[in-house]
């Protein structure tokens, strides 16, 4: 399990364009994919329960990912991250 985390710095946080984004990347990949922000956990594949965590910008999110891809997707979502979030 790789897990990693990150400060949301988009000005209107986690919303629909980014989320949406965040869902199909985490999508490619064979490992299960979680986020979790402010005590509240979602699957990162599915878009409503991502945007349902509600996080705001400053808010911190936990990325965790589990499974035989996890260290390649862990990057790549990281890599996302700073570049879209």
């Not at 209107?12 to 922000?37: M, N, Q, W, Y």
């Not at 400053?58 to 979502?77: K, M, P």
């Amino acid at each position: 399990m790789k897990n990693f985390k990150y400060v949301v710095q988009d000005e209107v946080g986690l919303h629909a364009r980014p989320a949406g984004l965040l869902v199909k990347e985490a999508g490619k990949a064979a490992s299960a994919v979680t986020i979790e922000c402010k005590g509240k956990t979602a699957d990162a594949k599915r878009l409503l329960a991502v945007m349902g965590l509600g996080v705001k910008k400053g808010d911190e999110i936990t990325i965790t990912v589990d499974g035989a891809d996890e260290a390649a997707v862990a990057a790549s979502l990281e890599e996302f991250c700073k570049n879209n979030l």
